[in-house]
């Protein structure tokens, strides 16, 4: 059986602070939400949430309320797993080679079963422990723009709303920069 880990990211924009209630539902037959992992901005989630966990069988995990009240910025709402008996929605492969000149490549294939169509598609792939990004060169992204977060820690190539039609893959080859970490010389 294959585990996939996913979260909800979030970028409310409503007036004032009010109470959201967002429900997380599988389709039927699907397997259900659990570990769920929430965002501290979270008020209430249902019975199985990071601090008491719940196995499946205890409880309908089909259905997942959690109650919250957004923050200004995009944030990540809640984190879940997944126990797939099936196959992944998207395999992916990724590389890195190098240390302050990262060569980068990642490729995507989605899988046939999976509706082709999103309100979008990112991929983020975080920087956190070699210091700020100074800059990324595309050499083949297949679809899409790449763009580097505000704190500058994120590679985030936005795919898109689709896979192409043809081959459902996508890929990205790029260099990723990073300042040297060679103390300044002192002059004598």
């Not at 199985?48 to 499946?56: D, E, L, R």
């Not at 992944?88 to 990262?102: A, D, S, T």
């Not at 704190?151 to 990205?172: A, Y």
Request: with cysteine.
């Amino acid at each position: 059986s294959t585990r996939t880990i996913l979260h909800v990211p979030i970028q409310a924009e409503v007036e004032g602070h009010p109470d959201i209630l967002l429900t997380l539902t599988t389709p039927p037959g699907t397997p259900p939400l659990d570990h769920l992992i929430v965002h501290p901005s979270v008020q209430s989630a249902d019975a199985q949430t990071a601090s008491s966990p719940v196995s499946p069988s205890e409880t309908n995990l089909s259905n997942r309320k959690i109650r919250f009240s957004a923050p200004l910025e995009a944030f990540a709402l809640c984190r879940y797993q997944s126990s797939a008996t099936t196959s992944l929605p998207i395999r992916g492969f990724y590389q890195m080679k190098g240390e302050r000149n990262v060569r980068l490549l990642i490729q995507l294939k989605l899988n046939e079963a999976v509706k082709n169509s999103f309100d979008y598609c990112a991929v983020h792939m975080s920087f956190y422990h070699r210091g700020p990004i100074e800059k990324v060169d595309c050499i083949s992204p297949t679809s899409a723009n790449v763009v580097v977060s505000q704190d500058r820690r994120v590679v985030i190539w936005n795919i898109g709303q689709r896979f192409p039609v043809k081959s459902l893959e996508v890929s990205l080859q790029a260099n990723v920069h990073f300042p040297s970490s060679d103390p300044p010389s002192s002059a004598q």
